[in-house]
């Protein structure tokens, strides 16, 4: 073979061994690429697989978020439950006090109400005792109270043997039981008739100007003169019973009084019935 084609061949030969280092030096690097992307796939695996722990691990922290907030909701049913308990005793303590009180008012109006009633029967009692003070006062009346009445009378104002207003001396309202008649005489003393009489125009008994209750000579009348119809002096009939609506007078027995004397006359007695007296 020429040397020219064998150093042809050999240079086609020693291109065709360098493109095949070439390829196969390519193809190590191409084959390290691939191992490359085969620990990058890996890598990828494991980074799949750790998001997946990832995730799961989200997962469970949601959950014990969930777990969590689960807890919070029964929590807060709790503080609820506490608060309907709180609200609850609360209102036992408010409606037990409220029923304390109220007892306490009832105990306290009851009382309230006992006073007013003792009140009451106390006033009821006074009244009673003041009716029976009325009825001790209507039953002294009855059995005899005291009357009395003064009368002043000018002996020249005497008539004789006459019953006038102006010797009048009193008037029984009632039936009432005459027990004195006492006279006094002023400074001046009295004069005119031989006597002066008192006489009544009742009905029953001694009445009128000649049948006379008593009579006390005039002589006997002097200044400064006290005398009782009971006297001795007197010609008496003293006491007598003035009746309902009779008057008792005093006047002269034979003549009409004269002079500036004045006679002060107290006829007193007893009532002989309720209310009688001498007015």
């Known amino acids: 073979m020429p040397l020219a084609a ?17 390829i196969q030096s390519q193809a190590t690097v191409i084959e390290s690429d691939f191992d490359d992307v085969a620990a990058t796939a890996s890598q990828v695996v494991i980074t799949v697989s750790d998001t997946a722990a990832i995730e799961k691990a989200v997962s ?17 049913s709790d503080l609820a439950a506490i608060e309907t308990k709180v609200v609850t005793i609360a209102s036992d303590i408010v409606e037990s006090l409220i029923g304390t009180v109220a007892s306490q008012v ?14 009451v029967h106390l006033k ?5 005792a003041t009716s029976d003070l009325g009825a001790v006062e209507v039953f002294t009346e009855r059995i005899g109270q005291p009357t009395a009445i003064r009368t002043v009378v000018a002996v020249s104002d005497l008539t004789n043997n006459t019953q006038v207003a102006a010797g009048l001396l009193a008037t029984a309202s009632g039936h009432v039981l005459v027990e004195q008649v006492y006279i006094a005489v002023d400074g001046t003393g009295a004069a005119g008739p031989a006597n002066f009489e008192l006489s009544t125009d009742c009905a029953w008994g001694p009445t009128g100007v000649d049948d006379p209750v008593a009579a006390e000579a005039t002589a006997s009348l002097g200044a400064n003169v006290t005398v009782l119809a009971t006297a001795a002096s007197v010609t008496p009939l003293v006491p007598f019973v003035l009746e309902n609506a009779k008057k008792l007078y005093i006047h002269g027995s034979n003549g009409a009084g004269s002079g500036a004397g004045n006679l002060a006359i107290v006829v007193s007695g007893r009532g002989l019935g309720s209310g009688a007296k001498l007015v």
Request: charge should be negative; glycine fraction near 6%; proline fraction near 0%.
């Open 6 to 22: 064998v150093r042809q061949a050999q240079a086609i030969s020693d291109l065709v061994a360098l493109g095949l280092g070439t």
């Open 60 to 76: 469970d922290i949601l959950s014990d978020g969930v777990i969590i907030k689960s807890d919070l909701v029964v929590t807060t």
């Open 106 to 119: 009832l105990i306290n109006r009851s009382a309230c109400s006992d006073i007013l009633s003792t009140c």
């Open 124 to 128: 009821s009692d006074l009244i009673l």
